[in-house]
Structure formats: C-alpha cells, structure tokens
C-alpha cells in the first residue's frame, strides 16, 4: 500500500498495465516527455519507450482516429484529451465509430480504447476547462462510461477499462487530483494522504465496471452522486445532519440501477446530484429509472442539484459549483415533502 | 475618401452542365509512359512534378510503355481483367436486384473497377484496407466468395454482418478490408493508426486508406496527414478522384489551384498521380507505394484520376448535374476495354474468349446470387433474428440491454 494522490493513482494505473501487457500504449498531447499538464503520464515514456507512450499532434479526432486503427491492429490504447472540453473535435471518433465497430462487424473488428479526460470545474478553468460531458457519453450505445471519485477507485477502475474489450470513456475530476474536495473552496483541501481512499495498493488491482458503491449509509434519503459530488453530498449530509444514504456511481454506463433501486426503496426519497447542467443531464436519467422502479416507494418528488444551464463561469465559479449549501437545501426539501 | 471595391464570393462551377457539350480539354494528360518512375528511397522533395502529372502505362494503341511498365505476367493481367469483369457483373446484378426490390440500396463501381482491382494485387497477406464504399473490388480481387457480399447486401439469414449494416458496408478482418463506415473520411485517420501500431509492434504489414475526392474537405483526411507524416507511418493514402461527389463537382473540394495529389506535398508526403483507369499504372504505382512503406520509408499518396461513370447510389440521378454523355467523352477511356485491347495485343486474348469470359462471369454471378437469394432478401425469405439486435453492442451485454431484450420478447 502507498500514500496516492488521484493523479498518482491515474499515473500507476497506466504503469501497472503497461508492465503487464505490451499492447497497451498511451499517447495524447504533451503525454510523452512532459508527461501531461496534470502530470497524469510522467515517466511512462522514460520506462517504457516513446514507442509506447508518445506525444501528438494537437489534433483530437487524430488521436482517436489513430487509438481505433491501433486497437483494430490489437493494441490497447489508453490515450488522454487535454481536457473533457476538448473532445468534441473527437467527437464523431468516439460516437459513431469506436462505439459501434463491434456491432457494424459483428465483432469481426473489435476497440478496446481508454479515452482519459480532466472534467468538471472548480479551478478557475473557465467555460472551456471545466465542462462534465458524461451525458454526451452515456447517450451513446458501444461506450462505458466511469466517473471516479477516489485515487483508490481511479486506480482500480482504469485498469479495469484498460483490460475491457470495449472502449471507455474515462473522466477524471480534475478537481479531485489532489484531495478530496467538500465544495468549500475558501478552505485548504484536505489531502489524499489523509483520506483512507488514499491508500492505494501499488500493484495490480481491479474494480469492476459497473458496480456503484455505498459511501454512507442511512436510511432518510438517498443521494445518488458521482465524482466531485460525492464529496459535496457527504458534506451536505454531515452539515445538515440528515441521515441520507450516499450512493457514489462510479460508472454510468452500465449503471448499477441495483443499488439506486434497493435504496431508494429503502429510504422513500432521493436526490440527485451532478456538476453538469441540468437539463438532459445524466440526473435525469437517474430520476427516470427512479420513478420507473420505485414509483410506489416514494415519498416526495426526487429532485436534481446541478450546474446551471448555462457555460460555465469563470469568476461566478463558486455560484455555478453545486455546493454543500445547495445540496443541503434539496436534501431538507425532499424531507419535507 | 478612397472608393473600396466590394468583395464577391467565388463558387466553383463545373464546365459543363446537363444540355452541354462535355468537355475535358482542361484534363491535361500526359503520355503514357512519359512520367518517370523514381527509386523508392527518392527523397520527396524530388518528385514534386508527380503530383502534378498522371502516371500511365497503356497507351492508345494497348501498349503498355515506359519505366512503370512490364511489372505483370500474363496470367496475373488475365486475373486482373477476369476480377474487373466479375465486378462489373456483380454490380449490374445488384443494381437490379435493388430495382427488384430485393435490397434498399446500391453503390456500384462501373468505370472505377482498376483501381481496387489492381491495388488489391500490391498488397500481401494481412496488410489492411480502410476502405470507402467504392473499393468492393479489393474483396473480389481477393476471392472475397461473392456470395457472402451478397448476403450482406440483402440482411439475410447468412448476412455475416447480421442485418445491421447498410449494404454494401463490409466488413473482412480475414481479406484486410476494415468494417465500412457511413461517416465519410473517419476510416483514412484508423488506417493510419493502424499502421502505427503495425510499427510499434515491429510487424511488417502494412495499411491502405481510401477516400473519394469529394471527402478530402474533411478534417480526418487532413488529421490523416498530420499524423502519417508526423510518424512516417507506413500507410499508403489513396485519393480516387471520379469527380463527382454525389452532384458535386471535384473543384468543390478541391478549390481551383493544385490538385488532390498536392495536398501531400505540404506535409513532405511523396505524393503521385496515376491513370484510374489503367490496370497496370494503378498496380505499378500501388507497387511502389507499397515497397516505399515496407521499407519503413513512410507514407505515400496516390490521387488516381478516374471517372465515376454510374449514378453515385441507387438514390441519385446524375442526369441532373451532368451531361448525360460525359461518361462517354472522359479521355481515360474505359478500364476494362483497356486491358482487354492490351492482352489481345499481347496475343493472350481475344474477342471469342472475351465473350465467352463474360458468358461464365455472368453464370457464376447468377449461381451466386441464387445462393444468396436462397438465405432470403430485405424483404423476403429468412432474416437475421430479432435477438440479434441486442448481440454484440458489448463483448458482454449489460443489464440494461438483457431487460430490453427480454421486454421485446427474445
């Protein structure tokens, strides 16, 4: 066990597979020699060779262009975009291709691709370095899509998309790279080495795709979050003392509906928190599949905390960010409704 | 006060419009056998005029001339024009099976049947094809079983793509020929990471992409570029230039300056221009490329300059936006007739064997088609199961999937 930030988590994830299995290669702007503007690559490239991990041309729909020949080939690329917000030059890449070249060939072609990505807000990225694209991903069939909140988790579940035989959409909150973070920005982060989700095994080690996990129990309220907002819905549940049962996703798609469901069933209420905007955010469809399976066990409304419907601001960054105060105000709403 | 002239915009036009008289002077072509043919190892810088000019090998007459000639046996020249002749049937069979009602959609080669045809033949075993919609000949010069094609183009029962794709979308890991997308030019960036893996893992294969004049506009084909010369992969980047994309003319894409071929140039690609209509200059030049990226030399791009003489799918009308007898005027002659004329020339060939090839392609076209049409059509007769719908979107299906599946009843 070591001491891990989620960065070094990200970074040992990578090492870890490409010590184990020669088809893995990483490769993205700045990845190589610099090892990435968060660092997320250092010394892949120095241990493993500039065959294996490389730097790019600034060039999104390149990298994944050139990901899916190399996976078609049979290696395994795990290749980082600078940031979520610059995906969508890849887009097409990733939707309409990687997602379904298993399906259009009936699996005579196949894309075991790992798209890492820093999203989410809360360091002063502005409108174009702070987006969460998940529901961009999860609307797409082919794809799986992971959202972790932990270096202990980030580890585990990047090797899991690594050995997956599908391609993964991989986003990493950028915020949470070194600490968890609460929503309280006028105080310092508290780090990783003091959170026990911050030791991390430092060999190999899987989390499967797909499973939610149970942050806290309780039995008032569930709040299903995911990234970033597991935090927050930790600290709004302390600061209100609400018993809320927090469920953290972990992977969207496939999304352990399970989980959600026995608690909800549980508790009778739910919140749903997610740093995107609202409107077809992923926390609809999450309050979807609530009311589809849970209709009779509901005892108000369940309600959404998101970002607002607007780009993301930079010097509002703290009115945009869903803290523990709003949070707070939806878990006390649903108790009384 | 200084008068500041308005600007205008510049829209491309074709020559000639439906109710014109074709015209192809502005085509300058050269002779065959007059473009030289350079070492493999030539450094790119060298070769520029190649870009500019058109590789060709058989001239009026049916001789094959000049340093790009003299590369196939007789037999291998048989089998190109037997594999030209048996494209040129499959396609006008589905052509009317589409009109039959048997399936919803067709593309077919006619006038473009060099280009796939002898590429194929430049390739080895295990080297992959990115290919477009256009490039079936790659298959049949493959021995790609026509009635596997046929299958797929009528979602039958024995469709190996199980009713999924659109017809005519492919797909062959086996035959090097990479499952067809409708997303125009995603496929010429895959086909160049392919081939860096193929370097990364020290291999000795090599890949091909394709794309039509038209997708050049496209931001992948120019991601394509960056990163096959970025990383000297070892891909060749095919340009077929038939001139029309749908009902749009190749200036659209192509602006009024250069050509296709030069748009290697700028990136240090050795970049080359070839005759699409001629068998051996396409084989010649496909050759060469090939050797250039075996040797680890990187990238080359070929433009092949060729004529799209069919309606671009079964869904257009190219009497709308084109002189109905352009197809007839395009100086580059057509493929088939070309070869044939240069293997009777040889002495190889004749007209009676000619018509009697045509009599036994036509059969086995037939024999196949009855096979597939035995497994059922779009409409009729055996289709893939309901089930298979849901198979195969994951390695394994996920719980979402398995309660849809269940909630459809399979």
Known sequence: MARMTMIEAVRSAMEVSMGRDDEVVVFGEDVGYFGGVFRATQGLQAKYGKTRCFDAPINESGILGTAIGMAAYGLKPCVEIQFADYMYPAYDQITQEAARIRYRSNGDFTCPIVVRMPTGGGIFGGQTHSQSPEALFTHVCGLKVIVPSNPYDAKGLLIAAIEDPDPVMFLEPKRLYNGPFDGHHEKPVTPWSKHELGEVPEGHYTIPIGKAEIRRPGSAVTVVAYGTMVHVALAAAEETGIDAEVIDLRSLLPLDLDTIVQSVKKTGRCVVVHEATLTSGFGGEVVSLVQEHCFYSLEAPVVRVTGWDTPYPHAQEWDYFPGPARVGRALQEVMEG | ?410
């Not at chain 2, 043919?37 to 094959?64: C, F, H, K, Q, T």
């Not at chain 2, 009602?101 to 390739?123: D, I, P």
């Not at chain 2, 079983?145 to 199980?162: G, K, T, W």
């Not at chain 2, 009024?256 to 030049?285: C, E, K, M, Q, W």
């Open chain 2, 1 to 410: 006060m200084n008068e500041v002239a308005h600007l205008s915009l510049h829209v491309p036009e074709p020559a000639v419009r439906p109710g014109g008289q074709p015209d192809f002077s502005n085509v300058k072509i050269a002779k065959a056998g007059a473009v030289p043919r350079p070492a493999v190892d030539v450094a790119p810088e060298e070769i520029r005029d190649l870009a500019y000019s058109i590789i060709r090998v058989l001239n009026r007459d049916g001789e094959a001339v000049g340093p790009w000639a003299g590369l196939l046996s007789d037999e291998e020249l048989l089998t190109g024009l037997r594999n030209m002749m048996k494209l040129r049937a499959f396609d006008a069979r589905m052509l009317m099976a589409q009109r039959q009602g048997k399936t919803s959609f067709y593309m077919q080669h006619l006038g473009e049947e060099a280009v796939s045809c002898a590429f194929r033949k430049a390739l080895a075993k295990g080297d992959m094809n990115f290919p477009t919609y256009r490039q079936a000949g790659l298959l049949i010069a493959d021995d790609y079983p026509m009635v596997e094609m046929m299958n797929q183009i009528y979602s039958n029962e024995a469709d190996p793509l199980r009713g999924r794709q659109l017809p005519i979308m492919y797909s062959s890991k086996a035959h090097g020929f990479f499952t067809i997308s409708g997303n125009l030019a995603t496929q010429y960036v895959q086909a160049v990471g392919w081939a860096m893996a193929s370097a990364i893992r020290n291999d000795t294969k090599i890949a091909a992409a394709w794309i039509g004049d038209g997708s050049t506009a496209e931001s992948d084909f120019h991601s394509a570029l960056v990163f096959a010369s970025t990383y000297k992969a070892p891909v060749i980047l095919n340009i077929v230039n038939n001139q029309w994309a749908i009902s749009t003319f190749q200036g659209i894409a192509r602006g009024g300056s250069g050509t296709f071929a030069a748009r290697g140039l700028g990136f240090g690609i050795p970049a080359l221009r070839v005759d699409g209509n001629d068998y051996l200059a396409v084989h010649a030049v496909a050759k060469w490329a090939a050797e250039r990226a075996r040797r680890n030399l990187g990238p080359t791009l070929i433009e092949y300059v060729t004529y799209r003489v069919g309606a671009h799918s079964t869904s257009d009308d190219p009497s709308a936006y084109r002189p109905k007898t352009e197809s007839e005027a395009w100086p580059l002659g057509d493929p088939v007739l070309r070869l044939k004329k240069h293997l009777v020339l040889r002495g190889v060939w004749s007209e009676e064997r000619h018509a009697q090839a045509e009599a036994e392609i036509l059969d086995e076209v037939i024999q196949a088609q009855k096979q597939a049409e035995s497994h059922g059509t779009l409409h009729a007769g055996g289709k893939p199961s309901v089930r298979d719908i849901f198979e195969g979107v994951y390695a394994e299906m996920p719980a979402h999937i398995r309660r849809q599946r269940q909630k459809a009843g399979y």
